[in-house]
DNA sequence: TTACCATATGTTAACGTTAACATCGGTTTT
DNA sequence: AAAACCGATGTTAACGTTAACATATGGTAA
């Protein structure tokens, strides 16, 4: 192992001098810095991050949350897990994936991928005081977080409905019970309201969150009336939804139009593919760890609490109600 | 921050007593042990890795490379996290996930979840001669391997649809040019021959690895004559395979059986579920990440390589066409 | 000229842990 | 009864880095 001794002596300069090289460059003369960077390329220096977290006394640990059962289904964890690592390996900090909060876990901070999976673990992780940071909305002056503003981007959804021309317009919630369900709805409401469509409770079913429970709706809901359109609030029962149409032989678009949300890949399985709205999964994970290092590392004592819109990805589901009077004239 | 310093003097015994009774309990009296624990939990010790590491020379830190553009896409890679964190965790390791190999990083070794799609990080890290541990197949004496054994998993499928009576059996294989493909389809013939079934190279298509590809798989096969079931060497192909046959009013299983290949969770998406066989991607890539610890923690010098045989998940994508005869009997 | 300042570099002591060796009773061996 | 040994504990020095302070050199102001 190839130390900053080694590169010191190589260098003809004393141990600091190599220090300051690696991390204030520029209160080293052009000169001695040349000659030091040259002796660690020659010699393959490579920091060594565990003595220097050993000083500035940090673990260069951030624990990532997942609930154990939630964890394996889902494309979620990946994209998660990718801006996570994104953000925390440009600062030579490495992460730990965990099931449980647990006192003696040698970190710097707990990232969570959602509260309502988590509601325990997250309790226990605010009462150990390390910094923590939600994929979610959580009031707490610890706790920076990010969220996909899911009221906006459902509305936006039901929106795209609107403007295609729909005006009976179904959606499916599920029965997990998290707080984007509720919002969600309520993105649909407003929608409605500005399309001046008035809300009909027949047109709203709630099913487990699956492609069984998607398609269950699908069931529950041609059973009950007409519609043209349904907006399922995640993607998974809306593939369920596509295929429980499909499978009365029924056309999507041609006879009814979905929209999903998420994002993450299932809006692809179906053929056609689902038109939804994408939340950024992956920037806002990446957004959270640069939050958890800015409160670790640089010290910084604000809170974070922002919302992101998610973006309407335009595919293959939705049928436009007026072009077609437009192609008929 | 409790040091064993801090433990050592409220016990009452030096600091290398509560070090030993933290690495090596049966060498400290029972009693002394016991203070010592007291203490520990009074004032809520937790042990520092990052100075154990420095004395160890170790990192503390495993890389886990994952191409790109592959990363994204799939379950897998929460699957194969998941279980390479388990074991990272229960020895203090942490993770750090890396799209590229990089002489400065600073960890003990890499695991690599494929080979096919990272071959050139893969070379460049053989050359770095950190321990290096493969999901796949590689002849190299410090590599560990643990693969899903393809051609015995392959078989296992078809001899599946063999058994309930199938007998004109077409196979779907993709473009990617990987290992697997060649593997699985090896495992395909093997299967044909020991049902005394002669081989139909018009029954074999090949098309990109997606849900569309497997949809364009089912009307070529359609248009090219008769069969009664289809092997599709990835659970994605198959969804578009299923969807392709139901859009074309066929039934699965009624008018064609369908068998996929991973289980990772894209063979639930489709009504009737398809049935397969599920790698264990997470047992494998615990148990890689178990034998990187092994050679870097437990200085292991031998090498690991195994074929794991995959479970076959029996859904209700295939008929069986011998009840059938006993049922009219 | 002397005192002062800025810039560049060096020396020393920490960070928290463990390995290697040292010590000290008490027991076994001869 | 002396020697050797063993089990339990302690002392010291490392691991590789950085912060804080110290020194040296050259330039500028009085």
């Given at each position: 192992m190839v130390t900053i001794k080694d590169v010191a002596l190589r260098a003809g300069v004393s141990l600091i001098t190599v220090?300051?090289?690696?991390?204030?460059?520029?209160?080293?003369?052009?000169?001695?810095?040349?000659?030091?960077?040259?002796?660690?390329?020659?010699?393959?220096?490579?920091?060594?991050?565990?003595?220097?977290?050993?000083?500035?006394?940090?673990?260069?640990?951030?624990?990532?949350?997942a609930s154990?059962?939630?964890?394996?289904?889902?494309?979620?964890?990946?994209?998660?897990?990718?801006?996570?690592?994104?953000?925390?390996?440009?600062?030579?900090?490495?992460?730990?994936?965990?099931?449980?909060?647990?006192?003696s876990q040698f970190c710097d901070g707990y990232i969570f991928s959602g509260y309502n999976e988590a509601e325990e673990a997250f309790g226990q992780c605010l009462s150990l005081g390390k910094p923590v940071a939600l994929f979610g909305q959580y009031d707490d002056a610890g706790v920076d977080c990010i969220d996909t503003d899911n009221v906006l981007s459902a509305r936006k959804a039901v929106r795209y409905l609107v403007e295609?021309?729909?005006?009976?317009?179904?959606?499916?919630?599920?029965?997990?019970?998290?707080?984007?369900?509720?919002?969600?709805?309520?993105?649909?409401?407003m929608a409605l309201q500005e399309g001046g469509i008035e809300y009909d409770s027949s047109l709203v079913v709630e099913v487990d969150n699956s492609t069984e429970g998607g398609r269950e709706a699908s069931e529950v809901l041609l059973g009950r009336g007409r519609f043209t359109a349904c907006f399922?609030?995640?993607?998974?029962?809306?593939?369920?939804?596509?295929?429980?149409?499909?499978?009365?032989?029924?056309?999507?678009?041609?006879?009814?139009?979905?929209?999903?949300?998420?994002?993450?890949?299932?809006?692809?399985?179906?053929?056609?593919?689902?038109?939804?709205?994408?939340?950024?999964?992956?920037?806002?994970s990446k957004a959270l760890a640069e939050s958890m290092l800015g409160r670790v590392v640089d010290g910084r004592k604000d809170r974070v609490s922002k919302l992101v819109e998610a973006e309407l990805s335009v595919a293959g589901s939705v049928r436009n109600m007026n072009t077609e009077k437009e192609d008929i004239s």
């Open positions: 220090s300051r090289v690696v991390n204030t460059p520029d209160k080293v003369a052009k000169e001695t810095r040349g000659k030091v960077e040259a002796a660690m390329k020659e010699l393959g220096y490579v920091r060594n991050v565990a003595a220097g977290n050993l000083v500035y006394k940090r673990s260069g640990i951030i624990c990532v949350y154990r059962n939630f964890s394996r289904l889902d494309p979620f964890l990946s994209h998660f897990l990718l801006g996570v690592s994104e953000a925390l390996g440009e600062r030579s900090y490495s992460l730990s994936l965990v099931h449980e909060v647990n006192e295609n021309g729909h005006r009976r317009i179904a959606v499916v919630l599920n029965t997990t019970g998290a707080d984007y369900v509720k919002q969600r709805f309520e993105g649909y409401r399922l609030i995640t993607d998974t029962m809306a593939v369920g939804f596509v295929l429980g149409l499909q499978a009365k032989g029924l056309s999507v678009p041609d006879d009814i139009s979905v929209v999903g949300f998420d994002g993450l890949g299932h809006q692809n399985l179906t053929i056609p593919k689902i038109t939804t709205v994408v939340q950024p999964v992956y920037e806002i």
